[in-house]
């Protein structure tokens, strides 16, 4: 029988299973995530006619002679090259751009995938919706008030607690910047109330207590007496409530609710900081200058001797001969250009957003922000080595190597895209000019056995 039959064949069954591969490509041109196959060929065994001779004295070498009996499959590559990003605006849609692949479980066994359309179940967690798998990573942590993602600790179900609760936290600092003008004079002692009013910086602060009430610090800065570069500063806290005393000094706070605290600033002539002065008459001179308010917090149970529960907190007036984020005395209109506290009330979570390198941050209708947990990537050494798994997901195999998870930017892994996902990367124009290709191949040996048989023909006739 002749070869060329068997040649032709193999080369009808192999090109048909490279048209399988350019019609499951074209047919996920947009499945998002999706990786476009290859198909590459190789020649099969070929039988020797005769076998090469080696050059003589007389004779030139002889080349072998030999016959092909066909081509097969030499391996069909899963190309893994980045797909385009399509911004949806959801921001559970997280595209991967550069290397690294989503990590997904179902009990103990884990997947991997490029296509980030995940949502929350009913519980908050993380998964693709349309299968139920778990996308996984890490979770935040509190450790002593800091928190930590552990990303060397093995990986596990994110959890998003839509809803939940940020505690209030207390006022702990509060930090001061602004310009006393220079040019204000002192206070006559027989000033009436507009005068003293037009010669007095007044600012404002809102601060909360351990229940996440607000409370409302008063400073008035004045002009101290006989001293041109130093003020005299009056805290009040509830100045608008019942009973504010303003005549109270810093040793007396705490004794009645609405206290009030006194220290004085004092500048050098550069108009910078130089030192603080409190009411005990302490000075403070190096460093970041500071004092110390503390009021009644009401309504609060008595602390441990029974008395008043007592809130204190640091307000931070800036650092000795700067003018950053500190209080300075320039020729310039009184000003608060600089003003935070880190106090703040009860909240629930709103929403969250993911960051390039996979963080997940809660956003709290207090005005918060905390870290919820971070998404975690796997790399392979060989990802060609993955097994399709179905549902646009892979699973490990003995020539992929092991997964290397980390988080994102580590180990030559991409980065996060949210609120984007990652098309398929098949290029139609390219299917379908492999679909011409293919398609003459199958059609050329098609003709190889047609004309075949018709030499056969012919020899079946050669005895009549």
Excluded at 58 to 71: A, I, R, S, T
Excluded at 74 to 83: C, K
Excluded at 97 to 115: C, M, P, S, V, W
């Amino acid at each position: 029988m002749m070869r060329s039959l068997y040649a032709g064949v193999s080369g009808l069954q192999n090109h048909q299973t490279r048209m399988d591969v350019i019609g499951n490509n074209i047919s996920n041109v947009n499945t998002i995530g999706f990786k476009k196959g290859r198909v590459n060929f190789q020649d099969m065994l070929s039988q020797t006619m005769s076998g090469a001779a080696r050059p003589t004295d007389d004779l030139g070498g002889v080349n072998p002679k030999q016959v092909g009996l066909g081509m097969t499959i030499a391996a069909i590559d899963t190309i893994h090259t980045q797909g385009s990003l399509q911004t949806t605006g959801v921001m559970t849609d997280i595209a991967i751009q550069g290397n690294g692949f989503f990590i997904l479980r179902e009990g103990d066994k884990e997947f991997y995938t490029r296509a980030g359309a995940f949502g929350l179940d009913e519980a908050g967690t993380l998964v693709n919706p349309a299968n139920g798998l778990k996308v996984q990573g890490w979770m935040a942590q509190e450790v002593e008030g800091l928190t930590i993602i552990n990303t060397a600790s093995d990986v596990g179900d994110i959890t998003i607690p839509i809803g939940g609760k940020d505690p209030a936290s207390a006022t702990s600092e509060v930090y001061l910047a602004c310009n006393l003008d220079k040019r204000v004079g002192e206070i006559p002692a027989d000033a009436g109330p507009a005068e003293v009013l037009q010669n007095t910086w007044t600012i404002d602060k809102t601060v909360y207590d351990d229940f996440g009430n607000t409370h409302t610090m008063r400073i008035n800065f004045t002009k101290a007496v006989g001293a041109p570069n130093s003020w005299d500063a009056v805290v009040t806290m509830n100045p608008d409530a019942d009973g504010a005393d303003t005549a109270n000094t810093l040793a007396e706070v705490g004794e009645a609710n609405n206290a009030t605290a006194t220290f004085t600033v004092n500048f050098n002539n550069l108009g910078t900081l130089e030192s603080v002065t409190d009411a005990q008459g302490d000075i403070l001179t190096e460093g970041t200058l500071q004092t110390q308010i503390s009021f009644d917090v009401p309504d609060a149970n008595p602390d441990a001797e029974g008395g008043v529960l007592r809130q204190t907190f640091n307000l931070n007036l800036g650092e000795v001969g700067s003018v950053v984020n500190s209080m300075t005395q320039f020729a310039e209109k009184s000003s608060t250009k600089a003003f935070a506290q880190n106090g703040y009330p009860m909240g629930y979570l709103e929403s969250f957003k993911v960051d390039q390198s996979g963080m997940i941050t809660g956003v709290y209708s207090n005005g918060t922000n905390r870290s919820i947990g971070q998404v975690a990537l796997a790399s392979f050494v060989n990802p060609g080595g993955l097994e399709k798994a179905g549902e646009s997901t892979y699973i490990v195999t003995n020539n992929s190597g092991d997964p290397n998870v980390s988080e994102s930017g580590v180990a030559g892994k991409g980065k996060f895209i949210a609120g984007a996902l990652e098309m398929s990367n098949v290029d139609l124009a390219e299917q379908f000019t492999d679909m011409i290709v293919t398609q003459r191949g199958f059609q050329s040996n098609s003709k190889t056995i047609q004309t075949s048989d018709q030499m056969l023909q012919e020899l079946l006739t050669l005895k009549r």
